[in-house]
């Protein structure tokens, strides 16, 4: 199986400022199909990019994801107060899909 | 307006078996692969599942391998997760996912998600 390992954990920022968030996979991810999530407490995950850098619908663009192969990012280029949670990418190019653990933004 | 409701969860003993649904509304329930991911309790996500468009096709992760098994009825337009030999490590929240793009594969992200049911496996 694909490992996606995100880092940091955790990323502790202002509101305005850029969140770089990192994906590293195992193995080549697939016609590079990864996406990425976030997720806000006590609520179901979002969905937010996918094919690596597509915006799903009705996702601003202050959210960009690039990369491919093994070395994906998601940006967000000014933070709002409703941007903070915890972000997911995900690898669907090969079974069993995977998840990486997650990194938080917080407000510093 | 999609719509995704699960339903089934509850406490269960370890080595029991139990049946969860998912309700769907606000699409062609016959066009789109569907998945089910749960998350344990202040952990990250973990794919389950995943049923093609037409059901002939499934998959799962390798931790319910064996255990769980996905299916759909396009007549009621739900999606279940028949979940056996239950243990501790399964004890989460499970959520019900659509494909974003209908006729796509099983190789899909999910755009919509339920709200999650919650199993818990527990003396």
């Known amino acids: 199986e694909i490992v996606l390992t995100q880092s940091p954990g955790t990323l502790s920022l202002s509101p305005g400022e850029r969140a770089t968030l990192s994906c590293r996979a195992s193995?080549?991810?697939?016609?590079?199909?990864l996406a990425w999530y976030q997720q806000k407490p006590g609520q179901a995950p979002r969905f937010i990019i996918y094919?690596?850098?597509s915006r799903a619908t009705g996702i601003p663009d202050r959210f960009s994801g690039r990369g491919s192969g093994t070395d994906f990012t998601l940006t967000i280029s000014r933070l709002e107060p409703e941007d903070f949670a915890v972000y997911y990418c995900q690898q669907y190019g090969r079974t069993p899909l995977t998840f990486g653990g997650g990194t938080k933004v917080e407000i510093k | 307006q999609v719509y995704l409701v699960e339903s089934g969860g509850g406490v269960v003993q370890p080595g029991t078996s139990l049946r969860l649904s998912c309700a769907a509304s606000?699409?062609?329930?016959?066009?789109?692969?569907m998945h089910w991911v749960r998350q344990a309790p202040g952990k990250g996500l973990e794919w389950v599942a995943v049923?093609?468009?037409?059901?002939?096709?499934?998959y799962y992760g390798d931790s319910v391998k064996g255990r769980f098994t996905i299916s759909r009825d396009k007549f009621t337009k739900t999606v279940s997760l028949q979940m056996r030999s239950l243990r501790v490590e399964d004890t989460a929240v499970y959520y019900c996912g659509r494909a974003p793009w209908p006729f796509f594969d099983w190789l899909s992200p999910v755009d919509y998600w339920g709200q999650g049911s919650l199993v818990t496996v527990g003396s």
């Open positions: 094919g690596a850098s």
């Open positions: 049923i093609s468009h037409d059901g002939r096709d499934k």
């Open positions: 193995q080549s991810v697939s016609s590079n199909y």
């Open positions: 606000g699409f062609t329930f016959t066009s789109y692969a």
